[in-house]
T-cell receptor
C-alpha cells in the first residue's frame, strides 16, 4: 500500500528561524519521494527529490530533506526562513508497484512566515 | 532540465461547452502522464494516468465520459472537459514522467465555468 502523511496542515515560523515540515510515507516498494511548493495561484515547483541515491537531498532555495527508511520519514528543512517561503508544500511518494507507476500526494502543509 | 508545457493557463467557458487542456513534454518523451485536479484549499487529487497509445486509467469516482484523456504521442496528452458545468471549475494540473526524469509538472490550468 502506498500513502503519505503530512503531519501538520499549518506551520508558522518567524523570519530567520528554522523550518521543519514533516512527512511520513508508506510504500511496499522502493519509493521515490518528492517535495513540491505551490505559491498562491501558481503551479507546482519541484523543490527536491529522493530516488535511491544519497539519503540527504539538497534542493532549491536552501531546502533539504533526509530520507530515513527506518522512520519512513522524509522531512523538509531549511535553516532560515524567508518571507518568500510562505506557500503550500506537498510531499509526494511514488513507486512502481504491481508493474505500474503510482503516485500519492500528501494533503499539504501551509507555511506562514512572520516578519 | 525537463519542461512540461500546459495550455491554456486560464480559461473561462460557458456551461455546456467543452474545454480542451494540452500538456506537452518539451524536451523529453513522457512514457506516462498524469492529470490532477485541485479544489480550493485542498491537495491535488489524481484523476487519471495515461500511457502513450493506450486508454487512460481513471481513479475511482472520476467520470471517464466527462473527462476525456488522450495520450496520442510521447510528448502530448490532452484532457477534455465535456459539457462543463460550474462544479467543474477547478485548477487542473498535468505531470509527465520519462525514463530519465522524475515527475515534472505543468504550470496548471484554471478553469472557470460560468
Amino acid at each position: 500500500a502506498q500513502s503519505v502523511t503530512q503531519l501538520d496542515s499549518h506551520v508558522s515560523v518567524s523570519e530567520g528561524t528554522p523550518v521543519l515540515l514533516r512527512c511520513n510515507y508508506s510504500s511496499s516498494y522502493s519509493p521515490s519521494l518528492f517535495w513540491y511548493v505551490q505559491h498562491p495561484n501558481k503551479g507546482l515547483q519541484l523543490l527536491l527529490k529522493y530516488t535511491s541515491a544519497a539519503t540527504l537531498v539538497k534542493g532549491i532555495n536552501g531546502f533539504e530533506a533526509e530520507f530515513k527508511k527506518s522512520e519512513t520519514s522524509f522531512h523538509l528543512t531549511k535553516p532560515s526562513a524567508h518571507m518568500s517561503d510562505a506557500a503550500e508544500y506537498f510531499c509526494v511518494v511514488s513507486d512502481r508497484g504491481g508493474g505500474y507507476q503510482k503516485v500519492t500526494f500528501g494533503t499539504g502543509t501551509k507555511l506562514q512566515v512572520i516578519p | 532540465g525537463a519542461v512540461v508545457s500546459q495550455h491554456p493557463s486560464r480559461v473561462i467557458c460557458k456551461s455546456g461547452t467543452s474545454v480542451k487542456i494540452e500538456c506537452r513534454s518539451l524536451d523529453f518523451q513522457a512514457t506516462t502522464m498524469f492529470w490532477y485536479r485541485q479544489f480550493p484549499k485542498q491537495s491535488l487529487m489524481l484523476m487519471a494516468t495515461s500511457n502513450e497509445g493506450s486508454k487512460a486509467t481513471y481513479e475511482q469516482g472520476v467520470e471517464k465520459d466527462k473527462f476525456l484523456i488522450n495520450h496520442a504521442s510521447l510528448t502530448l496528452s490532452t484532457l477534455t472537459v465535456t459539457s462543463a458545468h460550474p462544479e467543474d471549475s477547478s485548477f487542473y494540473i498535468c505531470s509527465a514522467i520519462g525514463e530519465s526524469y522524475g515527475y515534472t509538472f505543468g504550470s496548471g490550468t484554471r478553469l472557470t465555468v460560468v
